[in-house]
């Protein structure tokens, strides 16, 4: 059974820096894209981050140049690194594995970011 865990998240100043991990179990990460998503209270989930197979990423606009995803396959984890955050990054934060052929895709439960003063 693949299980997606999620950590990293918590309470920090605008301006402040957090990581976000992403460790999966029950599979290997290497044959999945994997992806940061975020959901803020009111709102639908949307796409922060995503990283290929073949390590190729993509950035949500009002993050770029911020935000940096990386991945490590012999860790099977992948990486959110957040910079110079704003209130608006406040959000549940989740990962997000998925390949096309089969079609797979797993969730973690998410963790929460809060920035604040």
């Known amino acids: 059974q693949v299980q997606v865990v999620e950590s990293g998240g918590g309470l920090v100043q605008p301006g402040g820096s957090l990581r976000l991990s992403c460790v999966a179990s029950g599979t290997q990460i290497s044959i999945y894209n994997m992806g940061w998503y975020r959901q803020a209270p009111g709102k639908q989930r949307e796409l922060v981050a995503t990283?290929?197979?073949?390590?190729?990423?993509n950035y949500a606009d009002f993050v770029k140049g911020r935000f940096t995803i990386s991945r490590d396959n012999a860790k099977n984890t992948v990486t959110l690194q957040m910079n110079s955050l704003k209130h608006e990054d406040t959000a549940v934060y989740f990962c997000?594995?998925?390949?096309?052929?089969?079609?797979?895709?797993?969730w973690g439960q998410g963790t929460q970011v809060t920035v604040s003063s």
């Open positions: 990283i290929t197979d073949a390590r190729t990423t």
């Open positions: 997000n594995l998925h390949r096309a052929a089969p079609w797979r895709e797993y």
